[in-house]
């Protein structure tokens, strides 16, 4: 081959056109983005379809709170109780006491009749409760000892309580003090009235009724009271 020939050949290999690598880059670069964005797609769609309630997160819903474990708090809720008066009565006598000087009485006699009226209110402590007075089974169900029921006050009632009879002889000027013994026979008789009408087994019926109705508020399934 001569020169002519050679260095027509070169000029015909440098004006033909060289096949570009911009393509395939480009497209390489496309099926990447194209396969990242269908991965967020499907990501989406997955975090979209977890997110929708099952049959069972809908029940659950409705499904009561499930109760704590006895504790602390509980022992709390139940002490700030305090001293829970259960029940009240109003019990009303009427007391009669002084001296009897026979044939003088017209001149010695000394007497008071009082009628009496009191409210007398008996309860439980419920400070006294502690941890080990209280038993949780597995099956929610919660027992508690409580205190017996005591009486937690009488209280005169000073407008209804009124002398009925103030009996002085002649020649007597009273005893200052055989009113206010009046008033102090009178309570115990009204206290006396008040048990013997079974006011601390209504005061117990009472606390148990309470309690349950408080603890079963609490998302317990049975409440059991005993008394100690």
């Known amino acids: 081959m001569n020169e002519l020939e050679l260095a027509e050949r070169m000029t015909s290999e440098q004006s033909r056109p060289r096949r570009s690598r911009v393509l395939p880059l480009t497209a390489g670069v496309l099926v990447v983005l194209a396969l990242a964005f269908g991965a967020m797609i499907v990501s989406g769609l997955r975090s979209m379809v977890d997110s929708i309630p099952t049959p069972g997160d809908v029940a659950a819903v409705f499904e009561p709170e499930p109760?704590?474990?006895i504790g602390a708090v509980v022992i709390t809720s139940i002490r700030n109780?305090?001293?829970?008066?259960?029940?009240?009565?109003?019990?009303?006598t009427i007391v009669e006491k002084g001296t009897d000087a026979g044939w003088l009485s017209w001149a010695r006699n000394d007497s008071v009749r009082l009628l009496a009226v009191a409210n007398i209110g008996a309860?439980?402590?419920?400070?006294?409760?502690?941890?080990?007075d209280v038993d949780l089974d597995d099956q929610g169900v919660i027992a508690i000892t409580i205190p017996r029921a005591t009486i937690q006050y009488v209280a005169p009632d000073n407008d209804a309580t009124q002398v009925i009879e103030r009996d002085l002889g002649l020649f007597t000027k009273g005893d200052p003090q055989l009113?206010?013994?009046?008033?102090?026979?009178?309570?115990?008789?009204?206290?006396?009235?008040?048990?013997?009408?079974?006011?601390?087994?209504?005061?117990?019926?009472?606390a148990r009724m309470v309690l349950t109705n408080f603890l079963m508020s609490l998302g317990y399934r049975d409440v059991i009271v005993t008394f100690n």
Request: proline fraction near 0%.
């Open 81 to 92: 109780l305090a001293e829970l008066t259960t029940v009240e009565s109003v019990q009303y």
């Open 179 to 206: 009113e206010s013994e009046v008033r102090r026979i009178a309570d115990e008789v009204l206290l006396q009235s008040a048990l013997d009408g079974g006011i601390l087994e209504k005061a117990e019926a009472n």
């Open 67 to 69: 109760y704590e474990e």
């Open 123 to 132: 309860g439980v402590n419920l400070k006294e409760v502690m941890l080990q």
